[in-house]
């Protein structure tokens, strides 16, 4: 689990028996950015629901495939702008996490101040900074 926010966390798949030590970090939303069938080891989304919501947290699925679209953007930004308590949001790898968030945070924060967000959890963004910018000023 990387911090890029107080209150948003990313991270590579992960599993049920993680839910626990989630919860206990304060974790109060699970969001999905995988799609299901995505990889043949991959854990369904259906378990980790269930995992998430036995430790009395929240499942959101949005999964990211082929790109991210401004619905799945305005969805993350509208949970992060209601949620009372921490996000964790996972992939495969935890980029696409990490780049979906930073759509999401184009025009309240500064795009500089993403990119340093991003690169600090240790995901290199630079080549999105355009793509922010746009997304900012739209």
């Known amino acids: 689990m990387k911090k890029l926010s107080d ?3 990313v991270a590579g798949q992960i599993s049920p028996q ?3 030590d989630f919860a206990e970090a304060g974790i109060g939303i699970i969001i999905n950015n995988r799609p299901d069938g995505e990889a043949a080891l991959q854990t ?4 980790i629901m269930a995992a998430a919501q036995n430790q009395d947290m929240n499942y959101i699925p949005i999964p990211v495939a ?4 401004p619905e799945q953007v305005a969805a993350l930004r509208t949970i992060l702008d209601n949620a009372g308590e921490p996000v964790l949001a996972y992939c495969a790898s935890g980029t696409r ?3 979906l968030w930073a759509m999401s945070q184009a025009g309240t924060m500064e795009t500089e101040d993403i990119l340093k967000a991003a690169a600090d959890a240790g995901y290199d963004l630079s080549q999105y900074a355009p793509m ?3 997304v900012a000023g739209g």
């Open 66 to 69: 082929g790109g991210i679209s």
């Open 18 to 20: 993680e839910m626990p």
């Open 132 to 134: 922010i910018e746009s």
């Open 44 to 47: 369904p989304g259906a378990v």
């Open 7 to 9: 209150k948003f966390y």
């Open 97 to 99: 996490s990490t780049i």
